[in-house]
Structures are given as C-alpha cells and as structure tokens.
C-alpha cells in the first residue's frame, strides 16, 4: 500500500517519529510524546491475580461470617451461604459500573482492580458501621460523636471514589479529587440533614439478638445513665406514636 506524504508530516516508525521536509535548511522541529505517568504502586499490586483472588476470598467469607453469626436460627450455614453468594455478586454489580466506564472511557476495565478496591471499601464501611451501632448503643444520644462517625462514614466514600477514579486513569489528581470531595460533602450534609437522633430502644433490641451467642464478658454493660437515656428515647418514641395516631383519628 502507498501512502502520499507532505513536506513536514510526522511519520512515526516504531517507538520513533521523523519528520519529512523538502529541502531543509535546518532542523525540523519533532513533536515528543509526553511521557506517561507512572502507574502507583498499589494499582499493580492490586492487578496481580493471588490479590484479587484473595479478595474475593475475603468478602466472601466476610460475608458467610455475619450471615451465620449475626442472624441465628436453625439453618445457619444455608443463610451464611446466602449472605456470602449475595455480598459478592453485590460487588460484582458495582465494581462491574466502574469497569464498563473504564473501558469506555480509557479502553482498560481493570475489573480484577476495582474488585479489590471494592472489598477493602467494604471492610472500611463495615468497620465504620460497626463503630455507629455501637455509638447508638453505648451512648444514645451523643450528638457530637454522632455527627463525627457520620463524617468519617462520608470521608469512607470520598476514599472509595477517588481510588476507583484512579484505577480507571492515573491522570488528573486534581479533577478526581474535586470529584471525590464534592460527592463527600454533598453525602455528608444530606445524611446530616436525614439523620435521626432517636430510635435507642430498637437499637437495644437489635442488640439483644445479634449478641446473643456473643460471650456476655465480651459485650460492654451500660451503666445507670445510659440505661435511662434508652427509656427517655423509648419515651419520646412512644409520645410520637400516640401524637401520630391522635391525628390519624381527627
């Protein structure tokens, strides 16, 4: 095949380009290909496939975990089972968004990677949950750690967005974090502005059933007034459905 090339066209042979010119009288001036950022070092730990295998591995038995700890009853492994199929397929549904727009904007999926981005996500939140259940526990009504623990809950998503931004293009710091901040901040003031100072009695209920295989040694006692600030929430609960069901009957 023959190709008509004009005077200065760059023509590139390999990994070198070269610019024709017609009679020159000095150097041509060639275009360099600006080098390509270096990939971090977590991204190729994260592509090796012992990591995303170990990954899976994780959630998956992370999951099975809480279904046969957390929900007992007399078919604990099949509902440990269910769990653990549904955690994973989950992340699957999820990490799956992310590399469908990765291949369509930078042509790499990278699944394996935003598969272990994804779990290490998830252990965070579920880490950061575990803390909020047992704020709600243990002291009912502390606005202020309340308010922090919802924070870090956002500060959790701020971290997951900006990883798998990363895993998708190692360029452009500065827009992903805009990004990943402003999706943050926004989480955050709608949580703060949804969240519900209330709810301590249920709380106690859903503890007494998740830890009840949980060695008693093993689980903090309440003390005089945190016992009486759950009657206070349990209370204010109770006036609120008998206000509600006045004016259900007006």
């Known amino acids: 095949m023959s190709l008509a090339l004009t005077p200065s066209a760059p023509v590139a042979v390999g990994g070198n ?10 150097d041509a001036m060639v275009p360099v290909r600006a080098a390509e950022r270096p990939v971090p070092g977590w991204i190729v730990f994260a592509g090796r496939r012992p990591v995303q295998w170990g990954a899976a591995a994780l959630l998956a038995l ?18 440990a089972t269910v769990v653990a199929i549904a955690l ?33 996500i ?54 992903h974090l805009r990004i990943a901040a402003g999706f943050g901040i926004t989480l955050f003031v709608m949580m703060l502005a949804a969240r519900e100072y209330k709810g301590q009695w249920s709380s106690d209920v859903e503890f007494s059933s998740v830890l009840k295989p949980v060695a ?14 759950s009657l206070n929430a349990l209370q204010g609960e109770l006036d609120q459905d008998g206000e509600e069901a006045g004016r259900v009957e007006d």
Request: glycine residues 10%; hydrophobic residues 55%.
């Open 122 to 175: 998830a252990v965070l939140g579920w880490v950061v949950g575990e803390m909020e259940s047992w704020q709600k526990f243990l002291a009912p009504g502390a606005n202020t750690i309340a308010i922090a623990l919802t924070a870090l809950t956002a500060l959790v998503w701020v971290v997951a967005i900006l990883a798998h931004l990363r895993v998708m293009n190692q360029a452009n710091w500065e827009k």
């Open 88 to 120: 994973v397929l989950g992340e699957c549904a999820w990490v799956g968004l992310w590399a469908i727009a990765g291949r369509i904007r930078h042509g790499r999926a990278r699944f394996g990677q935003h598969f272990v981005v994804g779990t290490l």
């Open 216 to 229: 008693a040694t093993l689980v903090p006692a309440k003390d005089a007034e945190q016992f009486a600030a």
């Open 17 to 26: 380009i070269i610019r024709l010119v017609d009679e020159a009288t000095g």
């Open 62 to 79: 992370g999951g099975a975990a809480i279904g046969y700890f957390t929900m007992p009853g007399s078919e604990r492994a099949v509902i």
